[in-house]
């Protein structure tokens, strides 16, 4: 076995490897840019090599940066975890010349399957079922249309080195293949290095669901179970399960089989992932094969038991799989949620800055589940714009789909991110909609249950009770605790206001306190809306985080002071609450509301980023849909359109440079 190997990598994953390697106690080595100086990954390594600037190109994609690296600190073997280095076969052959081990796969197994467009002939030739499509490279975008014309729409435009749904497009016309294929081929290029894109038919109604296998050097391979992928957003996944609420025994035979046929004919060795598209009928297709460790692979660890960067380690240093198809066993059902430093509320656009305050759930065994969070980040952490804006996975496992469904929900409405936007909100009100907790899902979910964005779930009465009761008891513990200063003339009475409305957004709730004595712990029965509850919490001003029973039922809600009042999130709902007495509360119902600015002539930069191009000049009218311009942040780029028939006044950007959010790009006549 090893005694020191390096992670040619940053982030949760590199902490993930690392974990495992402690455990098995094998010494690490962390890598890092100027940006990942103070990460957690380094301070988590025994040791720790610089390797150059903030820009991946310059840093974690120089393998022979990491080759010195290794040399320098004595590591016998290489984790590349995932993304930068993890499928580049002259990276594994450079390492190989080194005497180095990579723990992955050999560089004929990354060569045949990491190419898609070369995949998928190998693909046809081992008969495995593929997506119909052209696998030659095109020459340009009016070769596309032809191509897409024949295959018929619509179609998707992928990059044939890509991943990460980078370099990939659906189009439904000819139009959306001309623009698709430019953006594929710009985005291919600048996030690969290779702007080479292919064309298959797009399956509707999807689902994206992957089968993992692991093989040794001895001939040994074996499949564990499959993931469900299909809450996709920009072709990126959201949220995985494992197993797949769709799949039945025999479909999940069938793929794994032939997941295992595809591993043994290119001599595979260690962990990887067959992707499969699988239609309403169960028919299945091979997408492609990822010759690396997946982002989610907790998912498939939690329902097997087995450790995936262990079995590769061990797999890189020669041994044997300790087990055979007929021992693996599927347990329960586990559900990962991807964080991202992106705001939900517009169009999960990125969201970079420091973490000013990062309080994930508790891990470990909570009676029946499980909840487990992978990360990279700590609080005071930045993220950068220049890499991947996920901030941690979060896993749950339970028996039932539903109890890990339930868990999950908890686990998102207790995990407190400030100094960035972040995307959980919009994870949890996810798991409390009806669609995602029955299973009915396709790659196409998020575009069909939000066609116009996500934005805030509106409570009905029974939420509006849940969350009057939370800001209440807050308001009231409050007023509690400043009635006990040391230097108030007046002694306390431990008596309040019977009567008080609570404003909850827009809404007003009457509510009315069965017991005047506010006790800490706080314990009391209050009526809202016309329904008496009792409240039990331990809260305390300036805990992120109220936990406590409403009328029996656990309730985590997050709590935040704002001006003259709190913010609250619970399930997906955020809205500000007020607590006012009946009196206060009619006459700020007769106060005018105030509107927000006019920006309607206004091209605003919607996040943070780099201007690649300005596709219009002053004075020039632009019709409804027209690319006006784009912009790049954390390697995506966005194209930003007119929304209605515009005469462009004012350019007061220009391509390179790097802007503010809301920073003003454009301005119309």
């Known amino acids: ?191 690969f290095g290779d702007d080479r894109v292919f064309i298959e038919k797009y399956v509707v109604e999807p689902r994206h669901i992957e089968i ?197 929900g908890e686990a998102l409405d207790g995990f407190v991110v400030d100094g960035i936007e972040h995307n959980v909100p919009f994870l949890a009100a996810l798991m409390k909609h009806p669609r995602w907790r029955e299973g009915r899902l396709s790659t196409g979910f998020i575009a069909e249950e939000y066609p116009n964005g996500f934005s805030p779930a509106t409570p009905d009465a029974d939420q509006e009770g849940f969350l009057g009761a939370v800001a209440l008891s807050a308001f009231l513990i409050e007023s509690s605790r400043r009635e006990r200063f040391a230097d108030r003339l007046r002694a306390p009475s431990g008596a309040s206001r019977e009567e008080w409305t609570v404003r909850l957004g827009d809404s007003y709730v009457d509510a009315r306190l069965a017991d005047g004595l506010v006790t800490i712990p706080f314990d009391m029965d209050i009526e809202i809306g016309g329904k008496v509850s009792n409240i039990v919490t331990d809260w305390r001003p300036g805990d992120a985080v109220w936990r406590g029973k409403i009328a029996g039922q656990s309730v985590i809600a997050q709590i935040r002071p704002v001006l003259n009042g709190l913010r609250l999130d619970w399930q997906g709902i955020s809205l500000k609450a007020k607590v006012l007495t009946p009196r206060h509360a009619a006459l700020e119902k007769l106060m005018p509301v105030k509107l927000p600015p006019d920006t309607s002539k206004l091209l605003l930069c919607p996040m943070p980023g780099l201007v690649v191009s300005i596709a219009v000049v002053e004075g020039q009218e632009v019709k409804a849909g027209e690319t006006l311009a784009v912009v790049e942040a954390m390697k995506m780029e966005n194209v930003l359109r007119a929304e209605r028939d515009l005469v462009v006044s004012r350019i007061n950007a220009k391509p390179g440079e790097s802007l503010a959010v809301d920073a003003v790009i454009l301005e119309f006549a």
Request: glycine content about 8%.
């Open 1 to 191: 076995m090893f005694k020191k190997i390096l992670i040619a990598n940053r982030g949760e994953i590199a902490c993930r490897v690392i974990k495992t390697a402690r455990r098995m106690g094998i010494a690490t080595v962390a890598v890092y840019s100027d940006a990942d100086r103070d990460a957690l990954h380094v301070e988590m390594a025994d040791e720790a090599v610089h390797i150059g600037p903030a820009a991946a190109a310059e840093s974690y994609l120089v393998a022979d940066k990491i080759i010195a690296a290794c040399k320098q600190t004595g590591a016998q073997a290489v984790h590349p975890g995932y993304g930068f280095l993890s499928e580049r076969a002259s990276f594994c052959e450079a390492l190989e010349q080194e005497g180095i081990v990579f723990i992955g796969p050999k560089p004929k197994a990354i060569m045949a399957m990491g190419d898609k467009i070369e995949s998928k002939k190998f693909a046809n030739a081992a008969n495995v079922s593929t997506v119909p499509g052209y696998l030659g490279v095109i020459d340009d975008a009016q070769h596309a249309e032809k191509i897409a014309a024949e295959i018929g729409y619509p179609v998707m435009i992928k990059a044939s080195a890509g991943g990460g749904g980078k370099g990939m497009r659906i189009a439904w016309s000819e139009a959306e293949v001309r623009d698709g294929f430019d953006r594929a081929r710009s985005e291919a290029k600048s996030s």
């Open 212 to 408: 993992q296998v692991l093989a040794d050097a001895h001939g040994n391979v074996v499949y564990l179970g499959e993931r469900e992928c299909s809450i996709q957003r920009r072709n990126q996944k959201v949220v995985e399960e494992a197993p797949s609420p769709f799949l039945d025994a025999t479909t999940r035979a069938a793929m794994g089989e032939q997941s295992v046929a595809l591993a043994r004919a290119v001599d595979y060795q260690s962990a990887g992932t067959v992707e499969f598209i699988v239609d309403r009928d169960r028919n299945f297709y091979f997408l492609e094969m990822n010759t690396r460790l997946q982002v989610e692979h907790p998912v498939t660890e939690l329902v097997t038991g087995i450790d995936l960067v262990e079995q590769m380690i061990r797999v890189a240093a020669g041994e044997k799989l300790p087990f055979a198809q007929g021992d693996i066993k599927l347990n329960g059902w586990a559900i990962e949620s991807r964080l991202y430093a992106e705001d939900p509320y517009r169009n999960f656009l990125p969201s970079i800055g420091r973490l000013t305050r990062y309080r994930p759930p508790a891990e470990g065994r909570s009676g029946n589940a499980i909840v487990r969070n992978d990360t990279g980040v700590f609080e005071g952490a930045e993220i950068s714009m220049y890499y991947d804006p996920m901030i941690a996975k979060l896993c749950t496992w339970a028996p039932t789909r539903l109890e890990a469904i339930e868990e999950m």
